[in-house]
Each structure stands twice: as C-alpha cells, then as structure tokens.
C-alpha cells in the first residue's frame, strides 16, 4: 500500500509560522505531483499548494506570497512551508500524490495532520 508519512503540525500563535512535511515510499519512483489539501471542522477540503517533480508549484490564492512548497526527489518528500498563519487555516492538512504504483495511476492521500493556530 502507499502510505505517506506526515509530519509537522501543531499550535502556533497568529502571525506564527509552521513547517510540514510528507514523505512518500522510496520505491515509488512515479510520483508526478505532491501536495496538501486542507480541511477545516465543518467545511468542504481545499487545495493547499501542489508541486511536480519539474518543480512547477500552484497555490491557492488565498495562500500565495505566506506559504512555499518544495520538494526533495531524491528523498520522495515534500515541504510546506507556512507563514503568517491565520486563526481561519486552523484545519487538517492532507497530503497528497500522484504517481504511477504497479502500473496504476491514481491519488493517494496521507492521514492528515492538525495545525491549530491560536492565542
């Protein structure tokens, strides 16, 4: 199975800054996008930020100019780096794949990881 791991959520201040990272299994070696999707209590998921593997990166625009994301091939494992964070992003951030696993194509999604951002 494809199982990615995420890593750096927590409780940062407004204004506060937050690095997370999601690695994906090292015997992939078809992944075309990585990215994070997230999901506030009540609300629908949204597109984060995404990334290919030639570095072409999309943001949301509500996030663009705060938040850069980058990726690390060699280590299948991709970064978000997040600045000035609001009250209102406080939610569950999902990563995300696209790659090619025993010859199928699809998405593949990681467990989460909460970011609260609060006094």
């Known amino acids: 199975q494809v199982r990615l791991v995420e890593s750096g959520g927590g409780l940062v201040q407004p204004g506060g800054s937050l690095r997370l990272s999601c690695a994906a299994p090292?015997?992939?070696?078809?992944?075309?996008?990585m990215g994070w999707y997230r999901q506030a209590p009540g609300k629908e998921r949204e597109l984060v930020a995404t990334?290919?593997?030639?570095?072409?990166?999309n943001y949301a625009d509500s996030v663009a100019g705060r938040f850069t994301i980058s990726r690390d091939n060699a280590k299948n494992t991709a970064y978000l780096q997040m600045h000035s964070l609001k009250p209102e992003e406080t939610a569950v951030y999902y990563c995300?794949?696209?790659?090619?696993?025993?010859?199928?194509?699809?998405?593949?999604w990681g467990q989460g990881s909460q970011v609260t951002v609060s006094s």
């Open positions: 995300r794949i696209a790659a090619a696993v025993r010859g199928m194509k699809g998405g593949y």
């Open positions: 090292g015997s992939i070696f078809s992944i075309n996008e």
């Open positions: 990334i290919s593997t030639g570095a072409d990166t």
